[in-house]
């Protein structure tokens, strides 16, 4: 029987979630009950992180690309009492497709981005990218004002190590890391189940509680400043799981998008968990 490895308890509870690389019911999560955490133990033996990131083109900045832009501009607004100061080094690790990236080197002057892969299309001249192997060499000299990590450390099987590498990044007084994460207790778990696009198989490694990454992370030598919680919307991927065409799903996602909120906010159980951390 499998063990959690944090616990150590067994792990009796599996859960059948969508595998979205295959796009069948495949995935399966073991529940830790004591760790209140989802683990997906299963490395996956090719690349699952596909190499071809599409253009920002002008042709596809519909409405919907807009609406994101204004869901990244409120992130932006949130985490912005937390920088230390008026002109601040940025990192986002684990960029993505770039709009949340863009809009940081916009506000700031110095922004730095980290993915697997980069589209310098997708990017504003300003950005600058820097592979992880560069990063994390010991000539790299760079130091942040704030690492931004937004739905990565999920991802990451052995996170503990990778959050321990970035904390030497970070300036040492100053310097805040901003986690962004689903949330173990968001009700659509619940009400979705194996559906539900927390759990994002193979993708997602691990759907943390609030209780666990707190402890986890402040074992590693952090100090947690703030939690705040957020609401990304879920319906787009959840509609694409159980069989609906990726342009009827967005659509779907954005009218769906009121009622998950609501739902969210009246049982207090958000979709996603922010953590702002700093060096102990
Ligand atoms: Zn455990």
């Not at 130091?143 to 904390?167: G, S």
């Not at 943390?208 to 703030?226: A, D, P, R, T, V």
């Not at 769906?256 to 968990?273: D, G, H, M, N, R």
Request: net charge positive; charged share 25%; hydrophobic share 40%.
């Amino acid at each position: 029987m499998k063990k959690c490895k944090f616990c150590n308890s067994n792990l009796e509870k599996k859960i059948n979630t969508f595998n979205f690389k295959l796009l069948k019911s495949n995935g399966i999560f073991y529940h830790c009950l004591k760790c209140k955490i989802f683990i997906n133990f299963k490395i996956s033996k090719e690349k699952i992180y596909t190499k071809n990131i599409k253009n920002l083109n002008v042709s596809n900045k519909n409405f919907l690309y807009y609406l994101k832009s204004i869901f990244f501009l409120i992130f932006y607004l949130r985490i912005k009492p937390f920088f230390p100061f008026n002109k601040n080094i940025i990192l986002d690790f684990g960029s993505g497709s770039g709009e949340l990236t863009n809009l940081l080197g916009f506000f700031n002057n110095k922004t730095f981005a980290t993915d697997f892969e980069f589209n310098r299309y997708n990017y504003s001249k300003k950005i600058k990218f820097i592979k992880s192997k560069n990063l994390f060499n010991k000539n790299n000299n760079n130091k942040f004002d704030m690492i931004i990590m937004r739905h990565v450390l999920e991802h990451i099987l052995d996170f503990e190590r990778l959050i321990n590498k970035l904390k030497k990044l970070l300036k040492k007084k100053s310097g805040t890391i901003v986690i962004e994460v689903p949330n173990y207790d968001s009700i659509w778990n619940k009400i979705l189940r194996g559906n539900w696009p927390g759990y994002f198989y193979p993708y997602h490694h691990y759907v943390f509680s609030e209780k666990f990454l707190k402890k986890q992370l402040i074992k590693n030598g952090l100090k947690l400043i703030k939690i705040n919680k957020a609401e990304p919307p879920i319906f787009g991927a959840f509609f694409y799981s159980i069989g609906l065409s990726r342009n009827l799903s967005r659509l779907l996602s954005v009218i769906c998008y009121p009622i998950q909120i609501l739902v969210s906010k009246i049982t207090f159980k958000s979709e996603a968990l922010i953590l702002f951390v700093k060096n102990d």
